[in-house]
């Protein structure tokens, strides 16, 4: 009895289809890419910044230039994130170059990356467009 408990348990074992690990493309560069940073045109890039309480700041400017009238505020209801790549790839002097940078603080949460990262996605199937 037990033999056959054990060739059953093996074979439903071998048979069965596990699960498959979901994985998300985070698009990073790939290994042996210069490590020197290229000089990015500030029209060329929108750059956002995930901080506490769900709050979500984006710009196009450089870090040297950054103030309080050229970091604009946003939130994730409804399409504003999406929206505001598409029109930044749209405006964008050399859109095969277009860079999008989140930086998320220390305050932010896991959540706000994950629906920027969705967000980066609907851009791009709505810039193919």
Not at 43 to 53: A, M, P, S
């Amino acid at each position: 009895m037990v033999d056959l408990n054990f060739l059953l348990l093996m074979f439903f074992m071998f048979t069965t289809n596990f699960t498959k690990p979901n994985v998300m493309d985070l698009g990073l560069p790939a290994k042996g890419t210069p490590t020197t940073d290229p000089v990015m045109n500030q029209k060329n890039q929108v750059t956002f910044i995930l901080g506490k309480d769900n709050r979500v700041f984006y710009h196009q400017s450089n870090a040297t230039d950054l103030n309080t009238t050229n970091l604009k505020e946003t939130d994730f209801s409804g399409v504003h994130v999406s929206k505001i790549i598409s029109e930044a790839y749209k405006n964008a002097p050399n859109q095969e170059n277009f860079t999008v940078i989140i930086k998320p603080t220390d305050e932010a949460n896991y959540k706000n990356f994950v629906d920027m990262l969705d967000n980066l996605t609907i851009a791009k199937k709505n810039a193919m467009e």
